[in-house]
C-alpha cells in the first residue's frame, strides 16, 4: 500500500515537471562564443519543387533554450552574393524554430540564420549569424532519403518483427 504522503511527493514532483522539457533538433552545430546554433532540415535533401520542406533551427545557450529572440533567414545560391530570399526577423517564443520553404531550383545553397538576443550586450545589437550549407535535389531523383526510409519502411517492419516474435514466444509457452 502507497502512503498518502509518498503519493502526494509524486504528485506535486510531477506538477513541478510540467513545461520543463526542453527538446532540440540535432543536425550541424555552429559554435559562436556561448551559443549553439544547430541546422536540421527535413526532408534531410531537400527536393525542389516539394512544399513540404522545412528549415529547422535551434538557437542555444550553453545548450539551453533561449526565449523570446527574434530572428531572420537569408537563402542565398551557393558562391553567390545575392539573396534569393530573405525572410524579416520575427519573434519566437522559444529557439527552436521550424521555417517551411520551397526551393524553386536544385542546386547548393547557403542558409544563414540571424539571431537577436534580448539582454545580451552584443547579439542585441548585432545579429548572431551562423551559415550552413544545403544541397536541393532536383524532383525526379532516384532513390529514398534515408530519413523517409526509416521512418516510413525500417521502422514499421522491426515492430511488426518485433510483435510476431513476441506472439510467437507467448504461444509457446501455453
Known sequence: MVRPTIL???????????????AHF??????????????MPYPTFPVAGSNSTYLNFSVLDNGSNIFNIYSALVITQKNSETPIEQLPY?????SDISIPYAFAQPGDYTVTMQTRITGDEKYQAAPLEATFELTVDAPNRQGIPIDELMLFYVTPAAVAIAGIAIYMHSKRKR
Do not use: C, M
Open 26 to 39: 540535432f543536425g550541424e552545430t555552429k559554435q559562436v562564443d556561448n551559443y549553439q546554433i544547430i541546422f
Open 8 to 22: 502526494a511527493l509524486a504528485v506535486i514532483a510531477l506538477i513541478f515537471q510540467i513545461g520543463q522539457a526542453d
Open 90 to 94: 520575427r519573434l519566437y517564443e522559444f
